[in-house]
């Protein structure tokens, strides 16, 4: 049941109306959840208690999902969880255990589908003192909107040599005859259809356009396979430059733009226009494929900004990119949806199972997806506090055992390794 105590976030004319004890649903999560959910919500009733002094205050209410789930109510996903989350509008969650090649589908992706959280919002940036294997990490600043509904999640999968996958195919060697016999072995294949829609793209695009024209970002960069999959990733990036020039006018210049002038007058010409654009702060509107992409954000991060896509690459460039600034341990994000108000925050990472309950593992996606969280209740006082106090935990080397195998790669001397809720409490002491 609900606290009694707290009060219901609402939408009123499209804004988040926050009371001062909103309720807030929560999943704990699995494996390391359990840990990790500890720590961040001392936390985060710490930044609020800091920030407000009795003020404000979080009625937090538990909900089930996963393994705590199933043991106690024979459910993965209770219906009343999901019905919790529609209703308080607003929540957070630790990660969900998928079993691969088999078994139950990602509690995550259908949280995110029955509620439709569009947006996979995954900023990634650099803390100062994290290490890095890399040599400046301090140029990424980058902030992944991530489609989060369609593409190969949608879980379209015929396992090969069942009844479903031979009806399937039959219908395709039936209709599609060219098609079926590109298919290089025929017999015993599994099939997975990605489903990419215009709606679908161009909601997740025109997100990533405000955020960038909003928090006066240089660039959105759609990244996409459209060389390969010319349908579903080749649409997602002409949506996306269709979109930038309908809806966002001189607020944006695109590479369609640059594209034109060059073949009107002159590259020169071109060079001249996207120059003039940035210098008057308009946002450049770009694409790149997305395997040179997860070269070019090692080799040059400073060239992206905010980067647009579907949601299998959004998947990869997100733990990819959060390598670059300390790793998945202090990766936060937050799923989304603009329209209906509903948001879920939660890490990057998953549930590292071989960490489960040794109080080990590094709390900093979660506390920092809550900072997200905040932020967008407009609760930026509690969220400054949070950062505050990691940079300073960050800053004295009081860190958990992956910052801690990092420094010391680095050589970096004093470097204090501490448990899961000690660097929690590390962080609620710097605030
Ligand atoms: N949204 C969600 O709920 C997600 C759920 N999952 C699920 O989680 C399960 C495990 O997935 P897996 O692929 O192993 O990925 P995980 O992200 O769970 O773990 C991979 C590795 O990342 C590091 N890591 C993860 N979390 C932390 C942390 N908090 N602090 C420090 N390091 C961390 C560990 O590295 P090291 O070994 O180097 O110490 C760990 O072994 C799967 O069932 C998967 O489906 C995965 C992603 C997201
Ligand atoms: O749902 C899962 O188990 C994995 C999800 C995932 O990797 C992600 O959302 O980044
Ligand atoms: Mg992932």
């Known amino acids: 049941m609900a606290p009694p105590s707290g009060q219901k976030i609402t939408l009123q004319n499209g804004k988040l109306h926050v009371p001062d004890n909103p309720i807030l649903p929560f999943i704990e999560g699995d494996g390391t959840g359990r840990d990790i959910w500890r720590a961040s919500q001392a936390v985060f009733d710490a930044a609020v208690e800091k920030a407000y002094k009795g003020k404000k205050k979080i009625a937090w209410y538990e909900v089930l999902a996963g393994e705590k789930a199933f043991k106690q109510v024979n459910n993965w996903l209770p219906d009343a969880t999901v019905e919790a989350f529609r209703e308080y509008l607003v929540g957070i969650k630790g990660p969900l255990t998928t079993p691969v090649g088999g078994g139950i589908r990602s509690l995550n992706v259908a949280l995110r589908q029955l509620l439709d959280l569009y947006v996979c919002l995954r900023p990634v940036r650099y803390f100062k003192g994290v290490p890095s294997p890399v040599k400046a990490p301090e140029k990424v600043d980058m902030v992944i909107f991530r489609e989060n509904t369609e593409d190969i999640y949608a879980g379209i999968e015929f396992e090969a040599g069942t009844a479903a996958a031979e009806k399937f195919l039959g219908l395709l060697q039936k209709e599609y005859e060219k098609e079926f016999k590109k298919i290089r072995f025929p017999k015993n294949v599994g099939i997975g259809i990605k489903p990419v829609s215009q709606e679908g793209s161009e909601r997740l695009i025109r997100a990533a356009i405000q955020y960038a024209v909003e928090h006066k970002r240089k660039s959105v960069t759609l990244v996409h396979k459209g060389n390969i999959m010319k349908f579903t990733e080749g649409a997602f990036r002409k949506w996306g430059y269709d979109l930038a020039a309908r809806e966002f006018g001189d607020k944006v210049y695109t590479w369609d733009q640059w594209e034109a002038t060059k073949a009107a007058k002159s590259e020169e010409a071109a060079n001249a226009e996207q120059k003039a654009a940035v210098a008057a702060g308009k946002v450049i509107i770009k694409d790149s494929i997305a395997d040179i992409t997860l070269q070019q954000v090692l ?133």
Not at 353 to 359: I, M, R, T, V
Not at 395 to 400: M, S
């Open 299 to 431: 080799t040059r991060p400073d060239e992206f900004d905010v980067i647009a896509t579907l949601n299998l690459n959004g998947d990869y460039l997100s733990d990819a990119l959060a390598a670059q600034v300390g790793g998945i341990g202090i990766a936060p994000g937050g799923n989304i949806n603009y329209v209906s108000g509903h948001a879920v925050f939660e890490a990057t990472h998953g549930t590292a199972p071989k960490y489960a309950d040794q109080d080990k593992v590094n709390p900093g996606s979660v506390i920092l997806s809550g900072e997200m969280m905040f932020r967008h209740l407009g609760w930026h006082e509690a969220a400054d506090l949070i950062i505050q106090g990691m940079d300073k935990a960050i800053a004295q080397k009081t860190v958990t055992y992956d910052f801690a195998r990092l420094m010391k790669l680095e050589n970096q001397g004093n470097v204090t390794e501490v448990k899961c809720s000690e660097f929690g409490q590390a962080i609620i002491k710097n605030m």
